[in-house]
């Protein structure tokens, strides 16, 4: 089986490397931010604090996933194995939600990630 490397983290090179793992652990901390932020109980700057997390976690999940169909497109799987926790974790169900906050950073990440 093929050997997943734990990140994303700038690895000495300068590029991004991911894993499934780190991909799923995304995932489930977004669908932990988006119970929160749909809440709405927070004091101010804890939720803005959230939403900041939220904004990168989409960024980081569309990236990695872009990275792994990218991966694909030279005749491997990753884009697949990347896409499970993306679906089991319900992630797109959890991108239409975050549209639902009217946070307007929030919003404008997850329509370009989607895009």
């Known amino acids: 089986g093929h050997r997943f490397f734990l990140a994303p983290a700038i690895c000495a090179s300068g590029t991004m490397e991911y894993s499934i793992k780190n991909l799923d652990d995304m995932c489930i901390r977004l669908n932990d931010l988006n119970q929160e932020l749909l809440r709405r109980r927070s004091p101010c700057d804890v939720l803005n604090a959230m939403v900041s997390e939220a904004v990168d976690l989409v960024q980081q999940i569309g990236g990695s996933l872009a990275w792994a169909y990218g991966q694909s497109a030279k005749g491997s799987r990753m884009g697949e194995q990347f896409a499970q926790p993306f679906v089991d974790r319900r ?5 239409r939600e975050l549209l639902t906050t009217g946070n307007a950073q929030l919003q404008a990440q997850v329509l370009q990630t989607i895009h």
């Open 91 to 95: 992630v797109t169900e959890r991108f």
